[in-house]
């Protein structure tokens, strides 16, 4: 569950920084961030992350969870749905174009 918020934080930490570089960013804290790494997110990226990260922990399907979009339970709210999917597809993409092909095996395989 970690890695997989850790990666989640990751995703929408590179989705704000190169598509909301014009609104203003606050530091976040999370206990699944490491220490050393400075994560600065714009607020509505914020509230995605703090939403993102409790439905990660509290998912039901704990043993054999599948990525969230083939999952059978659906329980983003719509909105937030759609959010995490631009951030998916733009951070997806990003990352398979740096050569971070775990990432790309975690979320669309």
């Known amino acids: 569950m970690e890695k997989d918020i850790s990666i989640l934080i990751d995703f929408i930490h590179v989705y704000c920084k190169n598509n909301h570089y014009q609104t203003e960013k606050h530091p976040i804290s999370n206990s ?11 607020k509505d ?14 998912c039901p399907l704990t043993i054999y969870k599948p990525p969230c979009k083939k999952c059978r339970i659906k329980c ?16 997806g993409i990003y990352f398979i174009k740096r050569g971070r ?9």
Not at 32 to 42: E, P, Q, R, S, V
Not at 83 to 89: A, D, F, H, L
Not at 101 to 109: C, E, G, M, R, S
């Open 32 to 42: 699944y961030i490491d220490g050393k790494k400075k994560i600065n997110l714009c």
């Open 45 to 58: 990226c914020t509230a995605l992350v703090l939403y993102a990260v409790n439905k990660r922990i509290n």
């Open 76 to 91: 983003y709210e719509q909105s937030y749905r759609e959010k995490i999917q631009k951030v998916m597809k733009y951070s």
């Open 101 to 109: 092909i775990d990432y790309l095996i975690k979320y669309f395989l």
